[in-house]
């Protein structure tokens, strides 16, 4: 993964190198070989630069007047005014929905991990009739998309009477997240050496007590990442509670506020305001993304990598 | 310790159980079911058999959504992967030939992943409603507003049909990347050390090396990529219904079929043609994924 981890030099390659049928002597490979990794720097700058300054400045126009938003793009605001962050704070609600996000994922994401290592535990480690059947009902769903279950599961929400309400929502994120947590929790558990288990078992701990107090634990690894992945999946969830939690603003979570606020922003011209509100959206999220960056890389991409 | 065993199974697969099948399966079968019907919702569904599958293919709206997706299915995965294989080479190649022989990565690696990762955590909708901005037509757009500077008329990034589809699809893209760089960096250095030193001291080339060497060993991540995107490609409900002017507009000219399908519910409750969509939906996306892995089927090379 890393450059730096790269060996020392091994002396007796150095020969082999000159003799090989380079592009003619030393000097000007060299000279190539600098001029490669210039603009090697210069394409992957340009793409910092692609990523960063579109983030950069929404954050500038949230200091910004209305008139000078609409203004030149590429001028800093006259004075730097604070006031759309505190019209932001109060008129949109935004910290509302902040707590909303908090509430509903951390336990959603409880849940999901809860249910989902339970039920891979028992797929991976215990044969019994029925298993594959189970393992499959789960894994199908990775293949399905969303948007074909949308009206039986509208209606579904519904007719249990949790439409508009947080239960509805967790137990529609922790449902939906199931395939994939199951999926990659069962290779996980089955990777797992059985002899801990099996000496347990000996001393006389029961299943329950083994899953929890062994297994669970020694599962960590597979666990965090599959957490990470679940966290952010469900923070940036759109479409469910769109459909779940529409009519109740008061249950809104950010991304659905956010789209909300970003039209309603037109109506009452207050543009600084939804630039102060989209930077709130965003700035938690990076902070927590830098200091956590190796382990969201590596939980994001943990069901690719395999 | 084999007593008890069949209570603790279903103890722990009932509740994962009962809800999968509660939200998720029984939502996906019966779907197939009300996709032969016309039902508003409230009364009683009508039988109509492939009456709405009929209708489907003479719906403006829906065989554009279909023609955008085939667009998007071939651009999306390409040019992320495209872009992403040429950072994540440049990140572990990049630096040139070592004093071993052996290739290096470019200084700040580290730096540029973190940096290119960052669009992948923060949410789609947030990203659409960011970019409407971005995109803005006048002077005060970003982009515009640096193209204003070198003197080109401002472009109607989302205004102008011909153009609203790619610049929705360049947003995708533009979060897209970096993933797929910290994917394919984490692949490319599971490649033994040796393989590269072997072909540098045979004296290939920085690029012989990258199309003889990296490419095929990355093959199996490659390939996973490319199912994933095409996945996106089938989706892309929040980026369009956000980000583009009148929900899949101008003119139909950037609807997607899952747009179509929430419109049918909410706006016209219109379920049973809803469903039958979400049924032409769900057989695109398993040809596809069936057929990227037929035809990309290669040999495993392991190391």
Do not use: C
């Not at chain 2, 809800?19 to 009683?44: D, H, M, R, S």
């Not at chain 2, 769900?282 to 040999?299: K, P």
């Amino acid at each position: 993964m890393k450059t730096k981890t790269e060996p020392p030099a091994r002396p007796e390659a150095v020969p082999t190198v000159r003799k090989a049928p380079a592009r003619g002597g030393r000097r000007p490979a060299a000279v190539a070989s600098g001029v490669f990794s210039g603009l090697s720097h210069a394409a992957l700058a340009v793409w910092a630069l692609l990523v960063i300054v579109p983030l950069v400045w929404t954050f500038v126009a949230a200091f910004k007047t209305n008139a000078e938003i609409f203004g030149d793009a590429w001028t800093l605001p006259e004075t730097w005014h604070f006031d759309a962050w505190g019209r932001a704070w109060r008129d949109t609600n935004i910290g509302r929905y902040l707590l909303n996000s908090v509430f509903v994922v951390s336990l959603s994401t409880f849940f999901t991990m809860l249910f989902g290592a339970m039920a891979a535990y028992v797929i991976a480690r215990y044969e019994f009739r029925g298993n594959r059947v189970v393992y499959f009902m789960f894994v199908s769903g990775m293949m399905f998309p969303v948007f074909l279950a949308l009206v039986p599961l509208f209606k579904v929400v519904q007719n249990l009477g949790v439409h508009n309400t947080y239960l509805g929502l967790i137990l529609v994120y922790v449902a939906y997240s199931l395939p994939f947590t199951v999926f990659f929790l069962t290779a996980f558990f089955r990777t797992l050496p059985t002899s801990v288990a099996e000496a347990a078992f000996i001393d006389g701990a029961g299943h329950v007590r083994t899953f929890f107090q062994i297994m669970m634990p020694m599962a960590r690894p597979g666990l965090v990442s599959i957490t990470i992945f679940n966290v952010i999946g469900q923070w940036n969830q759109y479409l469910l509670p769109i459909i779940i939690v529409p009519a109740d603003q008061d249950k809104w979570v950010l991304p659905q506020a956010i789209a909300t606020i970003s039209t309603t922003a037109g109506y009452r011209q207050d543009w600084p305001a939804l630039m102060a509100a989209l930077s709130m959206a965003i700035i938690p999220v990076l902070i927590i993304y830098v200091i956590f960056q190796r382990q969201i890389q590596s939980g994001l991409t943990a069901g690719a990598v395999k | 310790m084999r007593q008890g065993r069949y209570p603790f199974i279903i103890g722990f697969l009932a509740i994962p159980v009962v809800l999968y099948a509660v939200f998720v399966i029984g939502p996906y079968l019966q779907a197939f079911q009300i996709a032969l019907t016309e039902w508003n919702g409230y009364k009683a569904p009508e039988y109509v058999g492939l009456e709405n599958f009929r209708e489907l293919f003479q719906d403006e709206a829906f065989t554009a959504a279909l023609r955008h997706h085939l667009w998007i299915l071939i651009t999306l995965p390409l040019a992320t992967l495209v872009i992403a294989l040429f950072f994540s080479f440049l990140l572990n190649v990049g630096g040139g030939a070592g004093k071993s022989g052996t290739m290096r990565g470019v200084k700040f690696s580290g730096f540029y992943k973190v940096v290119f990762f960052l669009p992948q955590v923060l949410a789609v909708a947030i990203l659409g409603v960011l970019f409407q901005s971005v995109y803005r037509p006048t002077e005060s757009g970003m982009i515009n507003g640096l193209l204003a500077k070198v003197g080109i008329a401002p472009v109607q990034f989302l205004n102008d049909p011909k153009i609203a589809l790619w610049s929705i699809i360049g947003v995708v893209v533009w979060q897209s990347v970096g993933f797929y760089v910290v994917l394919f960096s984490a692949g490319m250095s599971a490649i033994p050390k040796d393989v590269f030193e072997a072909a540098a001291i045979d004296g290939a080339g920085r690029f012989t090396l990258f199309f003889r060497v990296t490419l095929p060993l990355l093959w199996d991540t490659l390939q996973v990529g490319w199912i994933y995107l095409g996945i996106a490609a089938f989706d892309m409900f929040a980026i369009v219904q956000i980000l583009s002017v009148d929900q899949g507009g101008p003119d139909n000219s950037t609807t997607v079929v899952a747009l179509e399908i929430y419109r049918r519910v909410f706006r016209y409750s219109d379920l049973g043609y809803a469903s039958a969509m979400g049924v032409v939906l769900f057989f695109m996306t398993l040809t596809f994924a069936v057929l990227t892995l037929r035809v990309t089927r290669r040999e495993r090379i392991e190391f």
